[in-house]
């Protein structure tokens, strides 16, 4: 039997292969997720390993936030150039290395015996990851028709809520029982999948890609630009992914200051001075000297504080390098025994993430699929528009209903920005041609990265600490009806450019 007829919008059919492709790209995916949440599951171990970090130095965090960072740098700019190379080379060659090399670098994180090592493992994760990010949904997209898009984007990004949680409850078991360094080297599990990679043939291209006439990255991005839906898809993604990767950061940190009770008694100082959890993993040094606990000590007592009432405590007492330094410890030794942790927020958040996460992304994608077959015009646009525009009165009701009852709101907030992956991903695939695909996709990465989730974070957090948390989220909020509102407004716009995308091969 023939393949499917292949025309530049892509197959009639599914191509011969595509499930297993399917299959492979979203098991990787997920080895992606899982990868980018082990630090953030570890960081409590890395900080108090003193072959890394000496337990005076006043840039531990700032180091800290530093892997994350060359991680993200070297994944949106790397992008573009692996894209482009996907645009005329082997691509499922260049996936196997790029797993390859980000599941090495990731699993050596595991070896390193300096900060400086470590730094440098983390920014090869990223070279990994940008070989495979803009690549792989441009396959699908060559893989499966056009009507189906929707749902299979769907199925590829369900990665990003699972991937994320497993990758913190893994990273967080094995750094807790085993040591942070065993968390790192289960991603070497990654080799597994990257191996498969060389033994799958590429699909071929909606269009041969020779029919790209030799395009410089310049005069891809030049075309991508005259493409309105393209245009207020990236923008829409870049307000939703600030909001998504600056919110996911600080929302732990603000229900806790929501929610916590704090007490500061003699158990809690020999807690500081005597506990192993309170001293660098080799036993030696203690975290918190006692330059530190002797200033707290006259104001100990039994009385429970909240967290404006303990923060006090600290900034009449301390100085503010010693805040910055010991504040986290201090607030974990003396959250109250029936006061919601960190660790219990983590634990709910994480389950509200992947259930929402997963069945949104699921049915958003499915939902548009479903609007467009049937002849609703700009149907993922809308599908992506109208779920995070509900998603805003959500969020702000949130930050006003008391817990429990706000993890309720906070499932369906979830749920609402998570619905426009699979179609504004869809949107993506349908509106570049197909010779040039990875090299719009990668092109979307950078914007979205370098205007979103690189930068949220810090303005969320310098926001806080001249305002609150709850001023810096509710002002975040203008960013989803931003996204709502462009996703809308690109709807008119989609039928026209994906009609466009189909009928042009050169």
Not at 53 to 81: H, I, W
Not at 94 to 121: C, D, E, K, P, Y
Not at 222 to 236: H, M, N
């Amino acid at each position: 039997m023939s393949a499917p007829a292949s025309t530049a919008a892509g197959p009639s059919a599914p191509l011969p292969g595509a499930r297993a492709a399917l299959a492979l790209l979203l098991v990787i995916n997920l080895f992606n997720y899982i990868d980018r949440q082990v630090l953030s599951a570890v960081v409590p171990k890395l900080k108090r390993d003193a072959s890394l970090f000496a337990p005076d130095d006043p840039y531990r965090q700032t180091k800290v936030g530093a892997l994350a960072t060359a991680f993200m740098v070297a994944y949106m700019v790397l992008s573009p150039l692996f894209a482009r190379a996907g645009d005329f080379v082997r691509r499922w060659w260049l996936v196997g290395i790029g797993v390859t090399l980000w599941s090495l670098a990731s699993g050596s994180s595991g070896l390193a015996t300096g900060f400086w090592l470590l730094l440098l493992t983390r920014c090869f994760v990223g070279v990994g990851e940008a070989a495979y990010g803009p690549i792989a949904p441009a396959m699908l997209s060559d893989l499966y028709p056009a009507a189906m898009r929707g749902k299979i984007m769907a199925w590829f990004y369900v990665a990003i809520p699972v991937g994320s949680a497993l990758g913190f409850v893994i990273g967080g078991q094995l750094a807790e029982h085993f040591g942070w360094r065993h968390a790192f080297w289960v991603t070497y599990i990654g080799l597994v999948p990257a191996a498969l990679c060389f033994f799958f043939r590429d699909p071929p291209r909606a269009a041969d890609a020779k029919s790209s006439g030799g395009q410089s990255y310049l005069a891809v991005l030049k075309e991508v630009s005259r493409i309105r839906s393209f245009l207020l898809l990236t923008a829409g993604m870049t307000a939703s992914t600030f909001v998504l990767g600056g919110v996911a950061v600080w929302v732990p940190e603000y229900i806790f200051q929501r929610e916590a009770k704090f007490v500061l008694n003699d158990a809690v100082l020999v807690k500081l001075a005597d506990d192993k959890e309170y001293r660098t993993l080799d036993g030696e040094t203690r975290l918190v000297p006692d330059a530190v606990t002797d200033k707290l000590a006259p104001a100990a007592g039994d009385n429970p504080l909240s967290y404006r009432e303990w923060e006090k405590v600290l900034t009449d007492r301390l100085t503010k390098e010693e805040i910055a330094q010991h504040g986290e410890l201090l607030n974990t030794a003396a959250t109250a025994p029936d006061s919601i942790s960190l660790g219990q927020i983590g634990l709910v958040f994480g389950g509200i993430t992947v259930v929402g996460g997963l069945t949104a992304t699921i049915l958003g994608g499915m939902l548009g699929d479903w609007l467009r077959n049937r002849g609703v015009r700009g149907a993922y646009f809308h599908v992506a528009g109208w779920s995070t525009l509900l998603g805003f009165p959500l969020f702000v009701a949130f930050l006003y209903t008391p817990f429990p009852y706000g993890w309720g709101l906070l499932f369906f907030v979830i749920f609402c920005l998570f619905a426009n992956t699979g179609p504004a991903n869809t949107v993506l695939a349908n509106v570049v041609r197909s010779p040039v695909r990875a090299t719009g996709f990668a092109i979307n990465i950078f914007v979205i990265h370098a205007l979103g989730d690189a930068i949220s974070p810090p303005i969320i957090g310098f926001v806080a600490d001249n305002t609150t948390l709850h001023t810096a989220f509710l002002a975040t909020s203008a960013f989803i009806v931003l996204a709502g509102g462009l996703w809308v407004w690109g709807a008119k716009y989609l039928d026209d450019d994906t009609r466009r995308a189909e009928s042009t091969s050169g």
